[in-house]
T-cell receptor, first 109, second 114 residues
Framework: GQNIDQPTEMTATEGAIVQINCTYQ??????LFWYQQHAGEAPTFLSY??LDGLEEKGRFSSFLSRSKGYSYLLLKELQMKDSASYLC??????????WGAGTKLIIKP | GAVVSQHPSRVICKSGTSVKIECRSL??????MFWYRQFPKQSLMLMAT?????????EQGVEKDKFLINHASLTLSTLTVTSAHPEDSSFYIC??????????FGQGTRLTVV
């Protein structure tokens, strides 16, 4: 079956760094997306990885290891507005995104 | 700015009535759009894949006669919730792909059936 595993909730301090891990199992693989979702809003695209390695985009970086079925999202210089849910979504062989419940990130002053 | 526009953002309707939700890709053509549903504190659930010019593909357990999808053009897909009931109250979100690597979401529609 297809499965996504992320921590349910994480807490971090403003200005710090946090890493949100994701392990996945899918039928085939066509890349992995990370999305940010604030409460009551639709998800916003953050990153896409299809090759192994680290992709850096400003304060956010995303890492992928296809052989391990593992990805992480790294957030630096945390701001209060980063409080949101972060969704790891791999794409299967049918180009369908597989969604988990996401990780709720709480930023404290 | 938004590249996928969804309308309305909020709607309250009476039980038994129908509600139409529109999803538009603003600056690109989308042959395929997706409709999702999200209950509070739960993950997105794919309801159906909307294909321009052909019938939508529904996920198992989704009633196609209740959730009517029309993808009339390359920039517009609509979801109509027919004979809505309180249990249909949810957050509905559409998405469209630009190329193979960018998926954008509409703003979402919060439906409340009273």
């Amino acid at each position: 079956g297809q499965n996504i595993d992320q921590p349910t909730e994480m807490t971090a301090t403003e200005g710090a760094i946090v890493q949100i891990n994701c392990t996945y199992q899918t039928s085939g693989f066509n890349g992995l997306f990370w999305y940010q979702q604030h409460a009551g809003e639709a998800p916003t695209f953050l990153s896409y990885n299809v090759l192994d390695g680290l992709e850096e985009k400003g304060r956010f970086s995303s890492f992928l290891s296809r052989s391990k079925g593992y990805s992480y999202l790294l957030l630096k210089e945390l701001q209060m507005k980063d409080s949101a849910s972060y969704l790891c979504a791999p794409m299967d062989s049918n180009y369908q995104l597989i969604w988990g419940a996401g990780t709720k990130l709480i930023i404290k002053p | 700015g938004a590249v996928v526009s969804q309308h309305p953002s909020r709607v309250i309707c009476k039980s038994g009535t129908s509600v139409k939700i529109e999803c538009r890709s603003l600056d690109f053509q989308a042959t395929t759009m997706f409709w999702y549903r999200q209950f509070p504190k739960q993950s997105l659930m794919l309801m159906a894949t909307s294909n321009e010019g052909s019938k939508a593909t529904y996920e198992q357990g989704v009633e196609k006669d209740k959730f009517l999808i029309n993808h009339a053009s390359l920039t517009l897909s609509t979801l109509t919730v027919t004979s809505a009931h309180p249990e249909d109250s949810s957050f509905y979100i559409c998405s469209a792909w630009r190329g193979q690597t960018e998926a954008f979401f509409g703003q979402g529609t919060r439906l409340t059936v009273v």
